[in-house]
């Protein structure tokens, strides 16, 4: 049933897609028949999931997915490498939304996950109506055609694989591909066991070890004027040893240079150091940003996109628009952050002081926290103003009489 379900989402919106991408033609045409190919191997996969034992090793996964991940791969190349086509919202649509395939590696709830990638493209799809929607209908019937088709391959994974891919269970694991056919391994090379030549180097290396006792007559003794407890000096200034003018006395980061790039869709912001004017503008709405040990520095990101990460940063603040997914801070120290917009989800993980300023729009956001203290939401008052709520770092946990316990928060009284 799982695999008659998917063979009727691409026999029905999305042959329709195709045939509707087909009479715009260009770009469009071409790229539909890359979605079609991303359908038909995931098709190929579900039929093997429902043919086989789930695969004992979870790295098997993923090579039985990579047909599927490199077509993604290609469709969403296709549009980067026309980003002057007159139908780039089109292609940027179908690229945004695409990864939605990738639920079969999504657990333990994928549905939602499929509409968090049809809502992704939905930037997209807007702007193409926005443009075509007087100029030619068939537009028009394109977005309706491939929202339907991620509107029913979410209801099929809800239906058919809940809490994640259902495998058969009966049968054999399924059997990993063969691997490509690699080069012969050259031959070893020849050693030369010959009698050793009498006048070689090697004749007197030997003569050096037979020397017996003598062998340690040429050695140095070392004096206590060589030895570092009796004399300290010779610790001052030694290669291991670092002087006060170094960062690892100051506390800074390594002596790594700093980096400030985009890589794809990840932004990568590492190893900044009391810089105060970095800011990541023109991201689009699936773009993720990633800090890594940065030191007194702030962040501004314009724009919204999908998701953040500061990850060992000190000091540092960062100020966002909008984020689609989540806002995540691992291992920091006395770290800020600002939103303007809404944000879903704010992770605190391994984190010792967390200042979180939310707006009027980001009240619904949902705070998930561990190992973490010293944290602190501001809520916006009416008169602009914040006030300041302590998220709970104590819990008292109890044994109840049938045996299960209960954990509550302990107030802190100060």
């Not at 715009?24 to 991303?38: P, W």
């Not at 790295?59 to 490498?81: G, V, W």
């Not at 007559?217 to 004096?223: A, R």
């Not at 790039?261 to 150091?273: A, V």
Request: net charge neutral; proline share 8%.
């Amino acid at each position: 049933m799982s695999v008659q379900g998917f063979t009727d989402i691409i026999q029905g919106p999305l042959a329709q897609y195709v045939q509707i991408a087909q009479q715009i033609g260009a770009d469009v045409a071409h790229h539909s028949q890359l979605v079609l190919q991303a359908f038909k191997a995931e098709l190929q996969f579900l039929q093997l999931a429902s043919q086989s034992s789930k695969p004992a090793n979870p790295n098997d996964l993923m090579i039985f997915l990579k047909p599927t991940s490199d077509i993604i791969a290609a469709i969403q190349d296709f549009r980067e490498k026309h980003r002057t086509s007159q139908f780039f919202n089109h292609l940027s649509a179908i690229s945004e939304s695409i990864p939605a395939l990738g639920w079969v590696a999504v657990s333990p709830a994928p549905a939602p996950y499929v509409k968090e990638m049809n809502d992704a493209g939905q930037f997209y799809t807007n702007r193409v109506l926005k443009d075509w929607k007087e100029k030619d209908k068939r537009h028009v019937e394109w977005v309706k055609a491939w929202i339907q088709t991620l509107t029913e391959l979410q209801a099929f994974v809800k239906q058919h694989h809940t809490t994640g891919l259902v495998w058969s269970g009966k049968g054999a694991p399924a059997a990993l591909p063969p691997p490509p056919p690699s080069a012969p391994l050259p031959p070893p090379p020849v050693l030369d066991f010959g009698p050793i030549d009498p006048s070689s180097d090697r004749s007197a290396l030997f003569a050096e070890i037979n020397q017996g006792a003598n062998i340690t007559s040429n050695l140095k003794k070392v004096t206590s004027d060589m030895q570092t407890h009796k004399n300290p000096t010779l610790k001052q200034g030694a290669a291991p040893f670092r002087g006060p003018g170094s960062n690892a006395a100051s506390g800074l980061q390594p002596d790594k240079p700093p980096v400030f790039t985009r890589e794809g869709k990840k932004w990568r912001i590492e190893y900044q150091t009391r810089n105060h004017n970095l800011v990541v503008d023109n991201a689009e709405m699936n773009n993720v940003v990633y800090l890594f040990k940065c030191t007194e520095c702030t962040v501004t990101i314009k724009g919204k996109i999908n998701s953040v990460v500061i990850d060992a940063c000190k000091k540092t603040a960062i100020v966002m628009d909008s984020i689609v997914a989540a806002v995540e801070f691992i291992n920091c120290q006395s770290v800020q952050m600002q939103m303007f917009g809404k944000v879903p989800t704010i992770s605190v993980d391994k984190t010792d002081g967390c200042q979180i300023y939310l707006s009027t729009e980001s009240l619904d956001v949902e705070v998930v926290t561990s190992k973490s203290s010293e944290m602190n939401v501001m809520i916006p008052s009416a008169n602009g103003d914040y006030v300041e709520h302590p998220i709970p770092e104590q819990f008292k946990t109890t044994i109840l009489p049938n045996k299960t316990i209960k954990t509550i928060i302990v107030e802190n009284k100060g």
